[in-house]
């Protein structure tokens, strides 16, 4: 079996059999300041997949990249209870463009976050754009437990951002805590409702 050179000549990959033609081009670009590694794998048989690893950026950034991608001024923000994914830091992130499924995003699986309300392990993100057979879509989707409720199974507690509402949290709506009064001291009662 012949070698074929990859990576610049510092790797040999077996060559495929049967007169295969597989091909990864690795490469490093800088854009918009940002140093990115980028591969690019393709062949017969599988998906044709353009992945660039990105450095630090949240969640809420590359949510927000994707709405604005799909609908330009929209000006989107996740609302409570699910602002809190806008600090979730995706250290070295694989930003994937997907030609065989015409979809763009990315899948992270190394969060770890842990709460005694939501326990988040893995979040997915995919842009798809318009085609005859589908509007196009934002889909999130969430990879944990919240409120005791498993997700750790695809697809996960999924929603498109661009035309569904973010899943209501059981009994809390937007809140996740709610005081109408609080007194403290020795003689104190609750102002009486006027009728």
Not at 38 to 48: C, K, S, V
Not at 62 to 72: Q, S
Not at 118 to 132: K, N, R, W
Request: hydrophobic share 40%; proline share 8%; net charge negative.
């Amino acid at each position: 079996m012949a070698d074929v050179p990859m990576n610049g000549g510092s790797g040999n990959v077996p060559a495929p059999r049967g007169g295969e033609t597989r091909l990864e081009l690795l490469m490093v670009l800088e854009l918009f300041g940002f140093r990115l590694d980028a591969t690019a794998a393709f062949g017969p048989g599988r998906d044709t997949i353009l992945s660039v690893r990105l450095g630090d950026l949240t969640l809420g950034e590359l949510i927000r990249f994707l709405v604005d991608k799909a609908e330009p001024g929209l000006d989107f923000q996740l609302t409570p209870p699910w602002d809190f994914l806008n600090t979730i830091n995706l250290h070295s992130l694989t930003f994937e463009v997907d030609l065989t499924r015409f979809r763009i995003g990315f899948r992270y699986d190394d969060i770890g976050l842990s709460t005694p309300i939501i326990s988040l392990s893995g979040v997915q993100v995919f842009y798809s754009p318009a085609t005859a057979d589908r509007a196009k879509s934002v889909d999130l989707s969430l990879f944990g437990s919240f409120l005791g409720v498993d997700f750790t199974k695809d697809p996960g507690l999924t929603w498109d951002v661009l035309s569904e509402p973010a899943p209501s949290v059981p009994g809390q709506g937007e809140k996740l805590f709610d005081l109408e009064y609080l007194g403290i001291g020795q003689h104190v009662t609750p102002p009486t409702p006027s009728g």
